[in-house]
């Protein structure tokens, strides 16, 4: 089994682009996360999806939105860069607790 | 509004030592604390967690101590080795609602010297 699986790896944009970043997962989970992960700020939570068919707003949304395009798969698009969206973002998900991780996407936008 | 402090940002331990790092909650409805260590390069993955009808919870060389009155947790690694060298990360969620939302603390980076 896979678990959670983030693509692109790394990326690098200009300012004012577009981008989506993918997740999927393979453990039949109910509900996905996407989190940014800045330096001494630990994980803030950007949108989630209890349910296939639901999105709601976490902690940091601005800027983002979410498509929970099947059970498997919850992606995150960035519809205009800006340099304060540079971080690393995680996609988690979960049946009960706790909470699987993928191994990021670095996004670095200039 | 940081709703889990986490202390301290890094830390420095001796092979063999223990490493201790602190946490404290602000919302009472928070009834699910679990710790995350993460390796460079990697997603947080699941150490141990602990709910708060006990006051700890052991496994291994990794202790979960929890104060429900101070709202307090903190997480023990006894015998501290350099493969523990990461970043950990407290959080907490509530079971209301069953959103499974994790609130993180802000991370401590552990450096275990051989």
């Known amino acids: 089994n896979a678990g959670v699986t983030q693509t692109p790896k790394f990326q690098v944009l200009k300012t004012g682009q577009s981008m989506t970043l993918q997740c999927a997962q393979d453990m039949n989970h109910n509900s996905m996360y996407w989190y940014r992960q800045d330096p001494g700020m630990g994980l803030r939570l950007i949108y989630y999806?209890?349910?296939?068919?639901?999105?709601d707003k976490g902690e940091v949304p601005n800027g983002y939105n979410v498509s929970r395009l099947n059970k498997r798969e919850f992606s995150l698009r960035l519809e205009s860069a800006a340099p304060s969206q540079t971080s690393v973002y995680f996609c988690?998900?979960?049946?009960?607790?706790?909470?699987?991780f993928g191994d990021g996407t670095r996004l670095s936008i200039l | 509004q940081q709703q889990v402090k986490q202390s301290p940002q890094s830390l420095i331990v001796q092979k063999g030592g223990i490493s201790i790092i602190n946490c404290a909650y602000e919302?009472?409805?928070?009834?699910?604390f679990p710790w995350y260590q993460q390796f460079p390069g990697k997603g947080p993955a699941l150490l141990i967690a602990i709910r708060p009808d006990v006051s700890e919870k052991k496994e291994g060389r990794f202790t979960i101590s929890f104060n429900k009155s101070a709202k307090q947790f903190s997480l023990h690694i006894m015998d501290s080795q350099p493969g523990d060298s990461a970043t950990y990360f407290c959080?907490?969620?509530?079971?209301?609602?069953?959103?499974?939302?994790?609130?993180f603390g802000q991370g401590t980076t552990l450096q275990v010297k051989p």
């Open positions: 919302n009472t409805a928070f009834d699910y």
């Open positions: 999806s209890a349910s296939e068919g639901t999105t």
């Open positions: 959080a907490a969620s509530k079971r209301s609602g069953n959103t499974g939302k994790l609130i």
């Open positions: 988690a998900s979960r049946a009960n607790q706790p909470q699987h």
